[in-house]
């Protein structure tokens, strides 16, 4: 958390293009991005602070979303820490895993232009 | 009393002519079976001539009682010669007897013969209560000379091939007929010699009689057993057909006497109605006596109809599912024929043969292609192969093999010895083998009947076509499957660039980026379009593939500076990954003549996969060119090596499948569409070359190699 009430996102988002658009959107939007291009990486940040909330995406090199989700719920510091889960596609088997590792919400990455996506999610932020 | 024995007698060489019709029957073309039946023939005859002589004795006629007394010597004289003519068919055939020694073995008999109407055979005969007795001449000293030596000769023949004789059933059939014919002539010298010298001819007939019985009976299941046939199914025949026709003889006398003695009936309306009634008891009576006898002969033994029942209803609920089918054939097969184990190998994708665990090994064995049993059975896909009798197969001209690979036959045997298998029956679909049916040895140690092996010939015929639907619906399943994973990673793969493009150009539109993100969008943009375009070029060309041939534009081709090309397009990721690359040329390699875009794709996947599936640190991989000779043409052939995931067994046969990605290589690029390597193999083979690799398994690396022809004229190209 920042003194100056500006909100934390980190990004966690294996695309380069993409990542750098969110990031920008979020930038212009108010909101201090920190990047992560897979999850491990995630990590070694989530390690230094802790953000107002985690945008991650599922399909990452590696360790995938949702092994991230679960290690980082068994930590008593990421315990709590709001997460938005940005994918490319969504099925019921995903929702029930996802609804398991108790997340904000869940939103499908095509069905949004990124002015919306981004609204939704800093919505979500900004929720008590 | 008497008139029984006599008939006892006569049913006897009645079951024993029916005996020798039933060997006859099995092999008509066999020279053991013929001369066996001619054998019992004589047999036969010569107790019917005995036991007419007592019944025309017993009737009062002087003259026939002799004449028929006479004729009897003659069977004796000519089966005494036949015996020793049956040892050189016996258990095998050997070399051939001359027409010469043929007629000098059956002289010393023929000159016998010469004097059968003459008083030097029987002299008289005297007409007693219990037949006929007779005197026997100076020929029956003759008779007994000769009996003596033909058999004496015979047993001698007979025990050396004992000793010469490797295989272990065909000592025991020797064995057998030796105890039999050495039964027959103790108690015919003794009958029919010895005690009339004393003056005690009653038991002439009856004694050897059954010693005849014995030696047929055992001789036939010698004979037959030789091709597995069972002993009882012989008795089974003989039992059932003379006692049917006893009986329907003695119904027939019975009637008959009865109508025309205490009826008022006529004698031809009598024939008439008795004639009625056994034509209308016949066949009921016959299968009667067939299902009496069935239950004392065959009371252990199963019913036919009923295990092909069993098995198809076993199979009808998992018909798809090929572990089941093995499974539970296996047991109705071990259960049925009691059989210590039974086992199917199934063809693999390599064209190896899958032995899967069970029985003695207890471990999975692979019979590769050139195992001697595997090539054994592909040229001969109709014969079962029985341990015991394999050896054999190639005498009869039953097993279909070249000349010069005819040492096939024995390995097969050995092959069989090794795996502990008493049978192997091959499982062909269309005219390829799809699998071997293997059964060990029966519990009881019996040899396979001929009825054994026509119910595993069904049953194994019906569990071929299961097999072969089973597996045919994996492979729809699978191909399914990964058409469902292509749509689905396609998909998820272009949705990415493709939410790049449109969220960048939102932005643009929007006005709300500054000029340096607006260059970099805009090269992203460029970039994700370029993506999508490469990777549904990708899917076309392999869709391509299927349905149309490839052209080949060809042209001169340098092949150096294109793999060089290909690595400096990656050498930022081989930096990264801080891969090792070796680079092996021939010296003088120059050109080839190619279509040099699609050699140049496949390189590129070749290099592109070497790259990726490596690990991260301490990657390495090796190009290799070289030219190689194969017959009298000369090939190129670029390897591509790697140590990186490798290959594991269970998907060699899949590598190179359309939409097939190993599990290793989905876990590190999981958005692949398992295309690159079905590209490949297609263009190596439009070259007319072929694709293939080679790897140590899972982690162990792998090294794929392209092999392309060059002709004469442009391997003159190469300097």
């Known amino acids: ?128 | 009393m008497t008139i029984i024995i006599t008939l006892v007698d006569l049913f006897i060489s009645l079951f024993v002519l029916v005996l020798s019709l039933f060997v006859l029957y099995e092999d008509p073309g066999k020279k053991v079976n013929r001369i066996f039946g001619i054998t019992i023939f004589f047999f036969a005859s010569w107790i019917v001539c005995s036991s007419l002589s007592d019944i025309t004795g017993f009737w009062g006629s002087e003259f026939w009682a002799l004449w028929f007394a006479r004729a009897s010597v003659i069977g004796p004289f000519i089966f005494c010669p036949l015996f020793v003519y049956f040892t050189y068919y016996f258990p095998r055939e050997e070399s051939n007897l001359s027409t010469g020694k043929i007629i000098g073995l059956f002289l010393p008999s023929l000159a016998g013969i010469a004097f059968f109407a003459t008083d030097y055979n029987v002299a008289s005969i005297t007409l007693e209560s219990w037949g006929t007795g007779f005197e026997p001449g100076l020929l029956y000293v003759w008779l007994l000379i000769c009996l003596l030596s033909y058999f004496g000769y015979g047993f001698y023949r007979l025990i050396r091939n004992y000793r010469t004789v490797k295989i272990y059933h065909e000592k025991a059939q020797i064995f057998y007929v030796s105890i039999g014919a050495a039964l027959f002539v103790l108690l015919g010298i003794l009958a029919n010699i010895v005690l009339p010298l004393y003056g005690i001819s009653q038991y002439s007939v009856f004694a050897p009689a059954v010693a005849v019985l014995i030696f047929s009976s055992l001789t036939a299941y010698a004979i037959v057993a030789h091709h597995m046939m069972d002993i009882w199914l012989v008795m089974r025949m003989g039992t059932i057909f003379s006692l049917v026709f006893a009986i329907i003889s003695f119904i027939y006398i019975g009637i008959m006497t009865l109508l025309t003695q205490y009826s008022g009936l006529s004698y031809v309306y009598s024939l008439i109605l008795v004639s009625l009634i056994v034509t209308l008891t016949f066949e009921p009576l016959k299968k009667f006596i067939e299902k009496k006898s069935d239950r004392i002969f065959f009371h252990k033994h199963y019913n036919f109809d009923e295990v092909i029942e069993e098995l198809t209803s076993a199979i009808h609920g998992i018909s798809l599912d090929l572990n089941k089918i093995l499974t539970v054939s296996n047991e109705i097969v071990r259960r049925n024929f009691k059989v210590r184990q039974a086992t199917i190998a199934v063809l693999t994708p390599k064209d190896a043969f899958l032995l899967s665990a069970a029985g003695s090994a207890g471990e999975a064995i692979e019979l590769p292609p050139d195992n001697p049993l595997v090539a054994f059975l592909n040229e001969n896909r109709d014969f079962i192969v029985n341990r015991e009798d394999i050896l054999h197969g190639l005498d009869r001209g039953e097993i279909r093999m070249e000349v010069d690979r005819i040492d096939l036959v024995p390995r097969a045997y050995e092959e069989m010895v090794k795996l502990d298998f008493t049978l192997a029956i091959p499982i062909s679909s269309g005219d390829k083998l799809i699998a071997i049916y293997f059964i060990g040895e029966k519990l009881s140690k019996d040899f396979f009947t001929y009825q054994d092996l026509r119910l595993l010939s069904h049953l194994t015929g019906e569990v071929g076509v299961m097999i072969n639907n089973a597996r045919l619906y994996e492979d729809l399943k699978k191909l399914d499957e990964a058409k469902s994973n292509f749509i689905s990673v396609v998909s998820h793969q272009l949705r990415t660039p493709l939410s790049a493009i449109r969220w960048s150009t939102e932005l643009l539109l929007d006005g709300s980026v500054d000029k340096d993100s607006e260059q970099e969008f805009l090269r992203d943009n460029y970039k994700n379009s370029l993506f999508i375009i490469y990777q549904l070029d990708d899917m076309l060309t392999a869709l391509d593939l299927e349905d149309r041939r490839i052209d080949i534009k060809s042209e001169k081709c340098s092949l150096r500076p294109l793999i060089e090309e290909i690595a400096k397009e990656n050498e930022v990721i081989i930096r990264a990954k801080k891969m090792e690359i070796i680079y092996s040329f021939p010296p003088k390699a120059e050109s080839i003549f190619c279509d040099c875009k699609k050699i140049r794709k496949v390189i590129e996947i070749l290099m592109r996969n070497a790259i990726r599936y490596t690990p991260d640190s301490g990657g390495r991989a090796e190009i290799v060119m070289r030219e190689k000779i194969q017959g009298d043409e000369k090939l190129l052939e670029i390897s591509v090596a790697d140590n990186g995931i490798g290959i594991s067994p269970k998907e060699e046969g899949y590598i190179f499948e359309k939409f097939f990605r190993g599990e290793e290589a989905k876990k590190i690029s999981p958005n692949g569409f398992g295309l690159g390597l079905f590209i490949v193999r297609a263009f190596a083979r439009a070259h007319g070359g072929e694709a293939h690799f080679e790897s140590a398994g899972r982690n162990k690396g792998s090294r794929f190699y392209l092999t392309v022809r060059l002709n004469e004229a442009e391997a003159a190209r190469i300097k």
Not at chain 1, 41 to 68: C, H, R, T, V
Not at chain 1, 108 to 124: A, H, P, R
Request: one cysteine or more; hydrophobic letters at 40%.
């Open chain 1, 1 to 128: 958390m920042n003194n100056n009430n500006q909100k934390t996102i980190l990004v966690v988002e294996d695309d380069q293009s993409l990542s750098h658009i969110i990031d920008l959107k979020l930038n212009s939007s108010g909101y201090r991005v920190l990047l992560a291009g897979d999850a491990e990486k995630a990590i070694e940040i989530l390690s230094g602070q802790i953000p107002d909330l985690i945008w991650l995406d599922i399909y990452l090199p590696g360790m995938n979303g949702f092994e991230f989700l679960e290690k980082i719920r068994k930590n008593d510091e990421t315990k709590n820490t709001k997460v938005v889960i940005i994918s490319v596609s969504c099925s019921n088997k995903k929702l029930e895993l996802a609804k398991r590792f108790d997340i904000a919400d869940y939103f499908v990455k095509s069905n949004y232009g990124i002015d919306e996506l981004v609204g939704l999610v800093t919505g979500v932020v900004n929720q008590v």
